[in-house]
Nanobody
Framework: QVQLVESGGGLVQAGGSLRLSCAAS????????MAWYREAAGKQRELVAR???????NYADSVKGRFTISRDNAKNTVYLQMNSLKPEDTVVYYC?????????????WGQGTQVTVSS
C-alpha cells in the first residue's frame, strides 16, 4: 500500500507564492510519473503539472512560467512551487503518483490541499 501525503497549502495574497509538497510512503514500490492536479467546485479535475522519473516536466498553459514542478527521488517527494499566484488559482490541489509494484502500475492520489489566493 502506498500513501501520498500533501502539505503546503494555505492562504496567500495575489502575487504571492506557495510551495506544495507530496510525499509517498510505503514499501516495495517505485514511482514513475508524479503530477499535480487541481479541482474547483463543480468542475472536472485538471492537470496542472507532471514530471517523469527522469525529470521531464510539462505544464498546463494556465500555469506556465508561474509554477515549477520538481521531485526528490530519494525522498519520494514531488513539489509544486507556485509563484505570481492569482485568485483564479484558488482551488484544491491533488497529488497523483503512478507507482510500480511487482511489475504492475497503480495510480494513487493524495487527500488534497486547499490553496486560497485573496485579491
Amino acid at each position: 500500500q502506498v500513501q501520498l501525503v500533501e502539505s503546503g497549502g494555505g492562504l496567500v495574497q495575489a502575487g504571492g507564492s506557495l510551495r506544495l509538497s507530496c510525499a509517498a510512503s510505503g514499501s516495495g514500490f517505485s514511482i514513475n510519473t508524479m503530477a499535480w492536479y487541481r479541482e474547483a467546485a463543480g468542475k472536472q479535475r485538471e492537470l496542472v503539472a507532471r514530471i517523469t522519473s527522469a525529470g521531464s516536466a510539462n505544464y498546463a498553459d494556465s500555469v506556465k512560467g508561474r509554477f515549477t514542478i520538481s521531485r526528490d527521488n530519494a525522498k519520494n517527494t514531488v513539489y509544486l512551487q507556485m509563484n505570481s499566484l492569482k485568485p483564479e488559482d484558488t482551488v484544491v490541489y491533488y497529488c497523483k503518483a503512478i507507482v510500480a509494484i511487482a511489475g504492475r502500475n497503480y495510480q494513487y492520489w493524495g487527500q488534497g490541499t486547499q490553496v486560497t489566493v485573496s485579491s
